[in-house]
């Protein structure tokens, strides 16, 4: 490095032992055809990756041969089982837990029959197959493993219903205090220290003031706690995420609005005691220093003026965002809550012809998907005491679901932020308790010299994931040709998986 280059980081203030980045030290590809399904890749944390995917592929008896492959925290397979499934068999749910893989399938189209489930241990691939039998048409929106259970969540006739199915002794049950007339389920969320686990419900209380509902339970569907957040009269409890109980106390934190309205003002933070004392803190958007850095800086320094002039003569702040949590960690005394702000998006399409003999034109609306414009991370101590906030840019990234772009991994004092879309990985890293953050991106690593991403790539989401450690892992299929190593094709479509890290040591 030469003495010009060190001034000028000095300059900026950059440490001058090295410099910090995005690392991909391993991928793997896998060659496959334009109509392949695609992989589903599960983390097994530090036991290595799981994929798997209907192959298509038909034994003699015109079953589908469902292909599995087990890969090592270096990316190299350890195993590959191909099992044979019956042709009518709808993938509706996995999830991984302490050494096993369960895989949900719906018997059939018309969910009239059985959720037929595969255990597969992680380790050899040994695989025991299970029914669990519909006792009613449930709309399945989620399924976790807790120890030896599954749990399975969605709607009965729009009205919310948790079931439990024990895969020792194949006992099916609903679990107690779920099945009512006004409520929603949030989310489930299993507790890894205990094996129990947590149940989200959004549900009027008795002033019409929608509110969040604790409940906990144990891996046998023994209801521990029910516990309904006290909110405020005028501010409805939309979306949350909750963590584990520490001894003390457990956390929620999530979005409010006003009542009557889908539309979030700001985020709150709520603590509840086992003998049901409860605090909540809520802050409004603008409360928030750096919710609005998304925006270019002329636009978001109008805003900035327009809360202070507002704030001058007492009046409230009201923005309203579509925001999903995704996530709320705990960090020692720390609790980071992780969201991303969206819109749909709807578009015409026009088609004319004749009616009676006379020309006709229609206009009809179609949904052309979600457009993400932020993310956003908010920090808050023990007493719910808000202590930073940052902002992540994503450039109204386009997606027909819900799901979560940017995720979050603690890292010593750095806070990891991580997504990619567009050929690149992109990290936002912050650091002392709020007050430094950085910025930097990479395009996503190939496997070979000279290999090039065909253009069609340009708008793809890659899906990325948190793995151990401060590990993630990017994964998606790509179209990539090379015309100069002619041991390899042209032009080849594969799906890929990368290894990456934030490298904070510039090593």
């Known amino acids: 490095m030469g003495i010009r280059l060190y001034w000028f980081l000095a300059m900026l203030g950059v440490p001058l032992f090295g410099i910090a980045q995005i690392i991909q030290p391993d991928r793997i590809e896998i060659e496959v055809e334009s109509t392949s399904n695609e992989f589903v890749v599960v983390s097994a944390d530090e036991n290595g990756l799981l994929i798997f995917r209907d192959s298509e592929e038909r034994n003699p008896k015109g079953k589908h041969i469902w292909e599995f492959r087990k890969y090592n925290t270096a990316l190299k397979q350890e195993w590959r089982r191909d099992l044979a499934m019956e042709s009518d068999y709808i993938l509706r749910g996995y999830d991984y837990d302490k050494g096993q893989l369960c895989v949900l399938f719906q018997d059939g189209p018309y969910q009239d029959r059985s959720w037929p489930m595969l255990n597969m241990s992680v380790e050899t691939g040994d695989t025991v197959q299970h029914f669990i039998n519909r006792v009613a048409p449930v709309n399945l929106e989620y399924f976790e493993i807790v120890g030896q259970t599954v749990v399975l969540g969605g ?31 949030i989310d489930i969320i299993p507790n890894e220290n205990d094996n129990t686990f947590d149940v989200l419900i959004g549900e009027m209380n008795d002033n019409r ?49 006003p009542r009557r309205s889908r539309y979030s003002r700001g ?19 603008g409360d928030l220093n750096n919710f609005f850095n998304y925006m270019r800086d002329k636009r978001e320094a109008r805003i900035k003026r327009r809360i202070e002039r507002r704030r001058q003569k007492n009046k409230a702040l009201k923005f309203n ?125 190939l496997a ?49 998986i990368n290894k990456v890290a934030y490298d904070g040591s510039g090593s």
């Not at 024990?166 to 389920?185: K, N, Y």
């Not at 578009?347 to 998907?369: A, E, I, L, V």
Request: aromatic residues 16%; negative net charge.
């Open 267 to 285: 985020v709150f933070i709520a603590s509840i005691q086992p003998n049901g004392e409860q605090d909540i803190k809520y802050y409004n958007y």
């Open 321 to 445: 965002y579509r925001m999903v949590i995704h996530e709320f960690i705990a960090d020692n005394d720390k609790y980071i809550l992780l969201g991303e702000a969206y819109y749909p998006k709807y578009n015409s399409y026009y088609y004319s012809g004749f009616y009676g003999g006379y020309p006709s034109r229609y206009d009809n609306m179609y949904f052309d998907g979600y457009r993400f414009t932020h993310a956003i991370a908010v920090c808050f101590d023990k007493k719910g005491n808000l202590l930073w906030d940052h902002a992540f840019k994503l450039d109204n990234v386009k997606s027909m679901q819900l799901k979560q772009l940017v995720h979050v991994n603690v890292q010593n004092d750095s806070v990891v932020l991580m997504y990619s879309y567009e050929k690149e990985i992109t990290t936002k890293v912050i650091k002392n308790n709020g007050e430094y953050e950085e910025t930097t991106t990479k395009a996503i690593k």
């Open 209 to 257: 003031v929608k509110t969040v509902t604790l409940k906990a339970y144990d891996q046998y569907s023994n209801l521990l706690q029910s516990a309904p957040l006290n909110t405020e009269d005028r501010k409805n409890l939309l979306d949350a995420q909750v963590t584990e109980f520490d001894g003390e106390k457990q956390f929620l934190a999530g979005t409010y609005g």
């Open 448 to 496: 070979n010299e000279n290999d090039t991403l065909k253009n069609k790539n340009d708008s793809e989401i890659a899906g990325i994931e948190k793995w151990y450690g401060e590990y993630f892992y990017v994964h998606g299929t790509q179209d990539i040709k090379n015309s100069q190593n002619r041991s390899l094709d042209l032009k080849r479509k594969v799906f890929f």
């Open 155 to 185: 709607q009965i006739n729009y009205k919310p219903v948790v079931i439990h199915y024990d895969m020792l002794t194949s006992r099916l049950r609903a679990l107690p205090g779920i099945f009512q007339e006004d409520g929603e389920l």
